[in-house]
């Protein structure tokens, strides 16, 4: 079984995810992550986003271990991995590593913007999480707060907007929903019932 879950940032995809994986006792793929990985190192390396040479070798030296979520789930790190994620050949360095993690043995759960449409268009379920900009953005302003970082709820929902555009917007892998998914709106849920919501999905698929 594998499970596709895609949708924009903070939609509580990969919240939904983790608990999917967690409760199935599936393995997980954060595949935001490998894309903030490579951003990251891009930076470090003291290279510019707009370096695509550079975030192409980034892209294609980075191994599925020893990532620091701390450090990749800071405010920045998401726009700056929207801005490398635009880049075709910096996806396609990436697509090997996902395909083999969602072909493990026994199934796994993927999250991220592109699973269902390029990643694994074989998947079922496919759900695309969303919710509206303004419930996204007071999410991740308090998980931001929460990990002690300094936020201005405006500056966030800004944040959300502009990386909705250019998920959406880009010529590579855009932002979209499979036309075999299923969309699941948690604007009023919380998390318990998004995860009931989810999994009630994935149940009438088995
Ligand atoms: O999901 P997360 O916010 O961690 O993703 C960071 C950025 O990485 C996204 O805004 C998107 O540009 C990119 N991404 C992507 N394809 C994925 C996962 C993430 O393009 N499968």
Redesign the pocket.
């Known amino acids: 079984m594998i499970i596709a879950i895609d949708g924009p940032?903070a939609s509580g995809k990969?919240t939904i995810a983790r608990r999917l994986a967690q409760h199935l006792n599936l393995p997980h793929l954060?595949?935001?992550?490998l894309?903030?990985a490579t951003a990251r190192a891009l930076l470090e390396q003291g290279h510019d986003l707009s370096d695509r040479a550079a975030a192409i070798a980034s892209a294609r030296g980075l191994a599925l271990t020893d990532f620091d979520e701390a450090a990749l789930r800071g405010r920045g790190m998401?726009e700056a991995?929207?801005i490398v994620?635009a880049i075709p050949e910096v996806r396609v360095a990436l697509v090997e590593m996902q395909r083999g993690f969602a072909l493990r043995p026994g199934g796994a759960v993927l999250d991220?913007?592109?699973?269902g449409t390029v990643?694994c268009p074989e998947a079922r379920p496919k759900i695309f999480v969303t919710a509206s900009v303004e419930a996204r953005a007071t999410r991740r302003a308090l998980e931001l707060k929460s990990r002690g970082e300094k936020v201005d709820y405006a500056a966030v929902l800004e944040d959300i907007r502009t990386?909705d555009a250019?998920?959406s917007g880009r010529a590579a892998?855009p932002l979209k929903v499979a036309g075999d998914a299923v969309v699941l709106d948690t604007t009023k849920l919380d998390v318990e019932a998004a995860f009931k919501a989810a999994l009630a999905i994935v149940e009438a698929t088995l």
């Open positions: 940032a990969g954060d595949t935001g992550l894309y903030r998401g991995a929207s994620a991220g913007r592109d699973i990643i990386r250019r998920d892998a």
